[in-house]
């Protein structure tokens, strides 16, 4: 069976320079310290110990297949900023799972409870995000837990098997995660950035649960007309999509990498995972380079996960004996489907526009880049109680969620090429000023290194640039003269340019909105 890609469109996605810039993220992205290398052996690490212990203790394929997620889940989805927080989740982890699990089983052959109680736990699973990285993650176990009960097509009988793989799983991989190889407790605290806040409808989170429930509504109809054995396909695509993702652009772009990684796995499982049909040594083989591919490249590029997560599907439905052509096409069809509710969902119900949420990550980040600023410069001159690195990690953290903010801009397909280029060489000028800080940083751990009185007055500029931009005010930002010769001042004086020339990109005509306006 062949996927036909049509040419223009594969010319847009894969000759472009932002997907050119993406594959070279994926084979060359840097890895500093063998990060991403360690999360992901350390996954295939904690899986296979969770599915041997299912083994020992006699589960069968279901139960090995639900533990094996569930130790997925434990090391993908906790992401608490502390080891304590970390270990926390993880024990809450069966809490919610267990009970999702039984409700999941127990409505098995009533559709139309079994659909709402789903559509609920969708819902409350997206709403749980006002709580932080531990509400995300609880919220994605719940309905990952019901997803699996779909996919095995449990049944009460089996329950007692799937509570028992569920708690092993999660032990298993909490013994890999915190004893075994516990990595976390070697790297200091990284504060991760919450979504603008609001109240009621005006908070992301509340928005998105409703948009997140109608968008699966639509996908658990639909897919039901596709099949009534694999619907619940297009509802995890739906879901998915909405995860990390915080305005109308973010979802549309998900949805077509979603697409995109799949088109690419399916086409991949044709040539490892059908002929394999399921035999047991290759199959664990290729299972395990699935599960280090999805972790491996989840930081990177969502496409190339969602390949990942597409052949590690292939591979399971092998080992249950389905996996044909034909049902790698509905696949394929089914998140098609999901992608599709997404788009009506956060284009229709509730939108949140690209350029109110793009305008208030960029502000918090420039509202950083003064916060470290004035950290450094409070050491540089002799305070022992400053300290620049946490702001620093912030502010990673805050350029990370503005680069995935700003994508729908510089997307490929993006048919504004004004727009595209105002939105690269914003990024641009936002990573220079990271560039500026971590040297400004470095000099200021130096315990040589000696206050300047002129310091003080490039960290009065940079304040007085930052309320310049974050207050939309018409009046230009000063560029300094060239830099000095002293390594700090030098970063400062590199920090003001960026920041001046930041002021033309960040504004329309009329000064008073930023790039995604």
Known sequence: MALRIPRRLFCAVFRSPGRTAVLKRMFVAPDPGGARLRFAARAVLGIGLAVVVCGLAGHSLAGAVTGGLAALLALFTVADPTVRGQAVTTALLPAVGVPVLAVAAELHDVPVARDFAFLAVVGAGVYARRWGPRGHSLGVFAFMTFFVAQFLHATPAQLPELYAA??????????????????????????????????????????????????????????????????????????????????????????????????????????????????????????????????????VSYTWMMLWVTVLAESLYGLLGVLSPGLLALRLAETGVGALGAALAVAIVLPVTTHATTDAWIQRALRCVHACTAEAAARLAGSATADPAPRVAELEQLLGRVRLSVAPLVHPLNPRPARKARARRVLALLDDCAREIRGLVAIAADPEASHDARLAAACWRVEAAVEALTAGRAEPVRRPAESPAEPALAHLHGLERALADLAEPLRTPSGSRLVGA
């Open 166 to 299: 569920v708690l092993l799983s999660v032990l298993s991989a909490a013994a890999v995660r915190f004893g075994v190889w516990c990595y976390e407790r070697r790297l200091p605290p990284v504060a991760v950035p919450a979504p603008p806040a609001g109240t009621g409808l005006a908070r992301v989170t509340t928005r998105q649960a409703v948009q997140a429930t109608s968008g699966a509504a639509f996908a658990l109809v639909v897919g039901q007309l596709v099949s009534g054995q694999r619907w619940y396909w297009a509802v995890g695509a739906t879901w998915w999509i909405f995860v990390n993702t915080a305005s109308r652009g973010e979802t549309l772009v998900r949805g077509f990498r979603r697409v995109l990684g799949t088109v690419i796995g399916i086409c991949l499982g044709f040539l490892v995972a059908v002929p394999v049909d399921g035999a047991p040594v290759p199959t664990a083989v290729l299972v395990a380079v699935a599960v280090f591919g999805i972790f491996y490249t989840a930081a």
